[in-house]
């Protein structure tokens, strides 16, 4: 043990990089993961960058942070390697996972299982991830991650007014389900109330076709980030929080330790892997990040190099993050406050403010990576992330062509993160989840990315909605079939513009943004994008929109990022008996054999277009099985 503590500082004395951004790498720990030929390094990375570099120039509020003797701005986040221990076994690659709320998931995701720290052989899941050879980087960039042993967080210095400590308003949203008296607000959980009792806070409520009420301030108070209102919180009802807080965390930082490190393992001649092409996978928030941070231009470091040579920006939507500005929350959900303009990467002229930029197109980006937005139902349907705008204009009336060196998928009828299968009796829902399972296609993706950046190899063509070939509509305009018990979309708004602060106020800000979505076929499902063996070859209508159960308040608003899983009768008797309209299983196909049949044709077909990998048709084939068995028992249980 003392020789292998020993190593460890000897091997973190070694990882100097002289003249960088990157002035200190610490790895506190090293081991192997079992006989998998990887090996784990866990450690701390520390950054210097000079505020005032026109790339870092860009950082809300770095000119206000304290300064060293050469005049450099120092952080520091956590570090996370998976790496090949021969360089021979890897592809030359990295994969860095921008971590989502602190977190690791891509082994989980990508391999089918694992562990997010593995230790073991077996905590890699089937080894996708190992067998194509990348090396596994994760790296700290949000300020506000708890501190809890395990998550990936960036300790960054605060602004000040000439050494004068700054106070401001920090604002937070949030529903509950239940009447309860006590909410902790935890997106603000980075913030203690700086005047608890304050003129300053203040708790207001929206309710729909009512406005916003504010709550009168001797009906409530704070503790902590937790608000305590007497009578309790009306199920369903939005809620927003404000108060004075002080020391504004210098936030956009993250944007710059993911650029730096990145860029160190790339160029770093003591870097600890063999990189020569490195990709960033951002899911949810962290797809949202990665939009934010082409748009900001980091994908070029202080030394006019690019950093990423491809991006996959998943479940992102049109939108980005609430990180670079003042009182940053990045932690928030989102749910209707994270998309302003521009929307698509080629500048567009927007018809509400007159500006034009785009998210690629604009001063300050020098190196556009190879993209991948990947997208499901719900980033069109639900949250105001309107997915749609990042293939047509800002007015949302007519496709424009996408660049060269992006593609765009959309996953058609799936939810923002697979329900488990199979979907469990709906409680805070009016339906069950919707199960699809679009990473069996990611998959294939990822690989795609690499022969497109190392060989020049074309990915699969985009496959989205479009007006041109009639499956892009207004939400008003979806010919969802009249299924009993199901509710209407139709009447969904996108909700509105956030402001942008580098167009200072030219943004468009409060302007409601167009609901464009997936038209459907006769069963409700969608018709535009890339539809999976399961809504292909149907036993169910699979949506990105679920709405809130009665019991929680709020049935006419969506269950935040969930989808619905709406089952088929299994016979005509059945489908009469219910009134439904759509046809019943055994109408449709003759048999078991037959459904199965069909659905390995579809998932064949996914693999002859480079979207499915041949490997895994076999496993999407054996759940097509048990989709079948489950469909038919619960609309038997069902049939009186």
């Given at each position: ?87 021979a076994a890897g592809n030359g690659a990295a ?317 058609a009828g799936t939810q923002h993160g697979p ?92 302007a409601p943004l167009p609901l464009l979505v ?123």
């Amino acid at each position: 043990m003392k020789f292998r503590r020993l190593l460890a500082l000897a091997f973190a004395a070694a990882f100097t990089w002289a003249r960088s951004e990157v002035t200190r790498v610490e790895i506190t720990a090293r081991s192997d993961v079992g006989s998998s030929g990887y090996e784990k390094l866990v450690g701390r990375i520390h950054f210097a960058i000079d505020p005032k570099d026109p790339r870092n120039a860009v950082i809300a509020d770095v000119g206000r942070a304290a300064v060293n003797a050469a005049g450099r701005v120092e952080f520091s986040s956590d570090l996370y390697l998976l790496k090949p221990k021969a360089p021979a076994a890897g592809n030359g690659a990295a994969l860095v996972e921008v971590s989502n709320r602190g977190g690791r998931s891509a082994i989980v995701s990508f391999n089918r299982g694992g562990s997010r720290d593995p230790k073991s052989e077996s905590d890699l899941g089937d080894r996708f991830l190992q067998r194509q050879g990348f090396t596994l980087v994760w790296v700290g960039w949000e300020f506000d991650v708890p501190p809890t042993s395990g998550l990936m967080r960036i300790a960054v210095p605060v602004a000040t007014d000439a050494g004068r400590v700054i106070t401001g308003n920090v604002h937070g949203k949030f529903t509950v389900s239940s009447r309860v008296e006590e909410f902790e607000v935890t997106d603000l959980a980075a913030y203690p109330p700086h005047n608890p009792e304050g003129v300053e806070r203040e708790l207001a409520r929206r309710i729909p076709g009512r406005g916003r009420t504010v709550v009168p301030p001797d009906q409530w108070r704070l503790s902590g980030h937790t608000v305590i209102l007497t009578g309790g919180f009306e199920p369903g009802t939005e809620y927003e929080i404000s108060y004075a807080a002080a020391n504004p965390p210098i936030a956009g930082l993250g944007f710059a330790a993911l650029r730096d490190t990145t860029s160190w393992l790339k160029n770093g001649s003591d870097s600890p892997a063999s990189v020569r092409h490195a990709y960033a996978f951002g899911s949810s928030q962290s797809g949202r990040f990665l939009r934010d941070f082409l748009y900001h231009g980091f994908n070029t470091d202080e030394r006019d190099r690019q950093v990423f040579d491809g991006v996959l920006a998943h479940i992102a939507g049109a939108a980005r993050i609430n990180l670079n500005q003042r009182w940053s929350v990045p932690r928030e959900l989102g749910t209707y406050s994270v998309t302003g303009f521009p929307f698509a990467d080629t500048a567009q002229t927007d018809p509400v403010s007159g500006a034009r930029e785009g998210l690629l197109e604009n001063p300050r980006v020098r190196h556009a990576p190879k993209i991948f937005y990947t997208n499901t139902s719900v980033e069109y349907w639900g949250g105001g992330r309107v997915a749609a705008l990042v293939h047509t204009d800002p007015a949302g009336a007519k496709d424009i062509p996408l660049p060269e060196n992006v593609r765009f998928y959309a996953f058609a009828g799936t939810q923002h993160g697979p329900a488990k299968f199979p979907p469990p009796a709906p409680t805070t829902a009016q339906q069950r989840a919707n199960p699809v399972d679009f990473w069996w296609t990611m998959r294939a993706l990822l690989p795609a990315m690499h022969r497109w950046v190392k060989d020049g190899t074309p990915p699969p063509a985009s496959a989205y909605p479009t007006f041109h070939d009639g499956t892009l509509v207004r939400a008003a305009a979806v010919g969802l079939p009249a299924i009993p018990g199901v509710a209407s979309p139709r009447a969904l708004g996108g909700g509105v513009r956030i402001s942008n602060p580098l167009l200072s106020g030219k943004d468009g800000a409060g302007a409601p943004l167009p609901l464009l979505v997936s038209q459907v076929d006769a069963d409700g499902n969608e018709r535009g994008g890339i539809r999976l063996p399961d809504v292909a070859v149907p036993l169910a209508t699979y949506t990105g929109w679920n709405f809130r159960a009665p019991a929680t308040g709020a049935p006419d608003e969506l269950v935040s990022l969930a989808g619905s899983w709406i089952p088929f009768p299994a016979t005509r008797e059945a489908r009469e008996a219910a009134g439904d309209p759509r046809q019943s299983i055994v109408e449709r196909y003759a048999s078991r054999a037959d459904y199965l049949a069909k659905h390995h044709a579809a998932a064949e077909d996914l693999a002859r277009r480079g979207l499915l990998l041949t490997e895994d048709v076999a496993q999407v084939a054996k759940r097509a099985g048990e989709q079948w068995d489950f469909a038919i028992a619960l609309s038997r249980r069902a049939t009186p």
